[in-house]
């Protein structure tokens, strides 16, 4: 089993910054995939950036140049930097881990952008 444990998040104004982190335990192959998502009320779920075991990025549309997703892997642990922080990203993010066929989720941290 996999477990992922998130912690970062709060209150913040506009243009400000956070950080999120997010560690993984427990059996994680060498080989996987580890992302956040974020999904604000009444919307779908959003992809924002995945990171490899090799540390290829991607992004979605809405926050490239603002985040920056990053991972340590001796630590099993996936890091999103978010700066210029907008209302807009206010939202429930969760990190994700892929490996094999199988998906794993976070417990999910509140991002809240406002004055």
């Known amino acids: 089993q996999v477990q992922l444990v998130q912690s970062g998040g709060g209150l913040v104004q506009p243009g400000g910054s956070l950080r999120l982190s997010c560690a993984a335990s427990?059996?994680?192959?060498?080989?996987?995939?580890m992302g956040w998502y974020r999904q604000a009320p009444g919307k779908q779920r959003e992809l924002i950036a995945t990171?490899?075991?090799?540390?290829?990025?991607n992004y979605g549309d809405s926050v490239k140049g603002r985040f920056t997703i990053s991972r340590d892997n001796a630590k099993n642990t996936v890091y999103l930097q978010m700066n210029s922080l907008e209302p807009e990203d206010t939202a429930v993010y969760y990190c994700?881990?892929?490996?094999?066929?199988?998906?794993?989720w976070g417990q999910g941290t509140q991002v809240t952008v406002s004055t």
């Open positions: 994700n881990l892929v490996q094999g066929i199988s998906a794993y």
């Open positions: 427990g059996s994680i192959f060498s080989l996987n995939v």
């Open positions: 990171i490899t075991s090799s540390r290829s990025t």
